[in-house]
């Protein structure tokens, strides 16, 4: 179990759905207290006491400015201990690079990425940075597929990006971790399209998908997330340094093999 306690307060984005509102519920169901930000409130998290939803389009910069401006001090009377940057959206994949528009990729990047520089340096601003940063990378933004210009760009920006501010900011752990593929509307709308046969890597990613098991469920990925948030020292984590959340679970299953 993961040592969170219920003086803990965690900052998550994209709570309505996926991996955000999954450990939103996790921590929730804990008794800790959850601030949590989306477009659209998730109605079966109403029913918790300890948890506070603002509603905010990460799409749209005068909505995270407007948050940062009229909210932000206010959280942040009270430490948070841990945020979740875990908002995300693809963008029109799978699509050939020259294909895809500057509007889809400033949208991609606006949500993934600027969204959260404008969120981070609001923390700094007001001295309120918590002790842990958590950015749902990938290794999309690593690893470079054909077809995924959009989701690869912001990905890689973001790690570049936490990866600085890590540098600059050595009193907060900022953990960078691929969460690998989720069995999610996103992830399923995008193996669906029906123009994947013509990018070779995706089409077998889905042919992979298919098959029992290969997809981890939000509610899973977020028990592991959460404990690995909570043990960085046992899974070896440097801050500012991007990991792959598969790895990071193999690895500390065949230290425990070996023990």
């Known amino acids: 179990m993961e040592n969170s306690n219920s003086s803990d307060r965690i900052f998550i984005t994209g709570v309505h759905k996926g991996i955000g509102h999954a450990l939103a519920k996790h921590y929730l ?18 029913t918790f006491k300890n948890f506070e939803f603002f ?11 407007r948050f940062i401006a009229d909210n932000l001090p206010s959280l942040t009377r009270e430490p948070l ?10 963008g029109d994949i799978p699509v050939r690079a020259e294909d895809c528009s500057l509007e889809d990729l400033e949208r991609v990047c606006m949500v993934n990425t600027y969204s959260i520089k404008l969120c981070l340096d609001g923390f700094i601003k007001l001295a309120a940075l918590p002790e842990k940063c958590v950015f ?20 890689a920006a973001l790690t570049a990006m936490a ?7 050595p009193a907060t752990f900022f953990i960078i971790i691929g969460l690998c593929t989720m069995d999610t509307d996103l992830s399923r709308r995008m193996l669906a399209q029906p123009n994947i046969s013509q990018f070779p890597e995706l089409s077998a990613l889905a042919m992979r998908c298919e098959q029992a098991g290969y997809m981890t469920p939000p509610e899973i990925r977020a028990e592991q997330l959460a404990f690995i948030v ?30």
């Open 55 to 65: 509603p905010v389009d990460l799409g749209d910069r005068s909505s995270v400015q």
């Open 29 to 46: 169901e804990r008794g800790i207290h959850v601030v949590g930000i989306s477009r659209k409130h998730p109605e079966d998290l109403r």
């Open 136 to 155: 749902s990378a990938s290794i999309a933004g690593q690893r470079f597929r054909a077809g995924m210009l959009p989701y690869s760009v912001s990905k």
């Open 163 to 169: 990866g600085v501010y890590a540098q600059e900011n």
């Open 81 to 90: 201990t841990t945020v979740y940057f875990n908002a995300g959206i693809s």
């Open 230 to 259: 909570s043990n960085t020292d046992r899974f070896n984590i440097k801050s500012g340094i991007f990991s792959e959340i598969r790895t990071l679970l193999r690895d500390q299953n065949e230290v425990s093999a070996t023990n």
